[in-house]
């Protein structure tokens, strides 16, 4: 069962700290100028300023893949599998990563907005700089992910699980955590920390005495609680 962390008091424990994933490529072939395929298998390629702009990847498996400044607007990759993969500086709007799975990945510097990530599985994944707006995680699940030095305007985690999830020197701003369930998730790290709906599913999570002060009028919001002069 999963611990529950203080967050108001000098009383509760640590979070249980995310495993970082540890990705060693291998030596990479060039991925060339072919459209990507539905169900393709794609192992030791690189992806280097590939314009994959609209294309059709839908269950499609990236293995030990480097993906460098590719274009991704309107790319559907959904169900894709993503395992021992390194993204970087990757920028596109409208991205479909519905139901897709991510294992062992980094994600780094990346410039990205809409992107449809609802039902996905992530799994010792690292988001390391960049920004992405409206990113949707509606019902999908995050274990051992990490967003470190990035911002994320209006992220939706509702009904999402999040257990192992760590937030280091990055913003949130605007995130919905409606019906979701958190578990050694540690939003210390956020500045600011905004949430828009789910201040009721904290629960699981720790934060610091600052983010309480910050929080209080949502918190006395969402209790019912009138503060007056």
Known sequence: MARR???????????????????????LEPYGDGALERDGDYDGLDFDGTDLA???????????????GCVLDETSLRRARLLDTVLTGVRGVGTDLGEATLRDVVLADARLGGVQAHGAVL????????????LNLRGARLKDVVFEGCVLVEPDFGG??????????????????????????????????????????????????????????????????????
Not at 55 to 68: H, P
Not at 214 to 223: H, M, Q, S, W
Request: proline letters at 5%; aromatic letters at 2%; one cysteine or more.
């Open 5 to 27: 962390t203080g967050t108001a008091g000098g009383g509760g424990t640590a979070p249980r700290a995310a495993r970082r994933p540890e990705v060693r490529l291998p030596a």
């Open 160 to 229: 999402a699980r999040l257990e192992r999830v760590a937030f280091a020197d990055c913003a949130v701003k605007g995130a919905d955590l409606s019906a979701a369930t958190l578990a050694d998730v540690d939003l210390r790290g956020a500045a600011p920390l905004e949430l828009a709906r789910g201040v009721d599913r904290l629960s699981g999570a720790v934060i610091s005495h600052t983010q309480l002060l910050d929080l209080a009028p949502v918190l006395a919001a969402e209790l019912g609680v009138r503060v007056l002069p």
């Open 123 to 134: 799994e010792r994944v690292v988001i390391r700089g960049g920004k992405i707006d409206f």
């Open 54 to 68: 609209g294309q059709d990847g839908a269950g499609a498996r990236f293995m030990d893949c480097a993906l460098t």
